[in-house]
């Protein structure tokens, strides 16, 4: 049985920064495009950040470009989300999901219903 697991929310005052961790049983990561998706009450879960399963390309959103990073460590089999300069408006519950190699990633690496497997979520609280 695949689980992800997500990890490292909190709650933090504007500027500070927090680093999510995504970790897999019954599936390797390095073997998946990854990402990173978030929810804000009242609306729809959003992408956030991906990453290529063999390339290392990595894309955002544009608001948080310059201040987010998305990474893997294959030998924990974790997937990172690093969050700095952090504003009231990324708080949500943020999601990690995986999206099979068999898509191409280009077209859609932003879109939440082609990824397949998805953790449970971590609260990400920022105050002003």
């Known amino acids: 049985q695949v689980e992800l697991v997500e990890s490292g929310g909190g709650l933090v005052q504007a500027g500070d920064s927090l680093r999510l961790s995504c970790t897999a049983s019954?599936?390797?990561?390095?073997?998946?495009?990854m990402g990173w998706f978030r929810q804000a009450p009242g609306k729809e879960r959003d992408f956030v950040a991906s990453l290529g399963w063999n390339s290392g390309r990595t894309d955002y959103i544009e608001s948080v470009k310059g201040r987010f990073t998305i990474s893997r460590d294959n030998a924990k089999n974790t997937v990172y989300l690093q969050m700095n300069s952090l504003k009231p408006e990324d708080t949500a519950i943020y999601y990690c999901a995986t999206l099979s190699t068999r898509k191409f990633y280009a077209t859609t690496y932003y879109k939440k219903d082609e990824y397949d497997t998805w953790g449970q979520g971590t609260q990400v609280t920022v105050s002003s």
């Open positions: 019954g599936r390797t990561l390095s073997n998946y495009n």
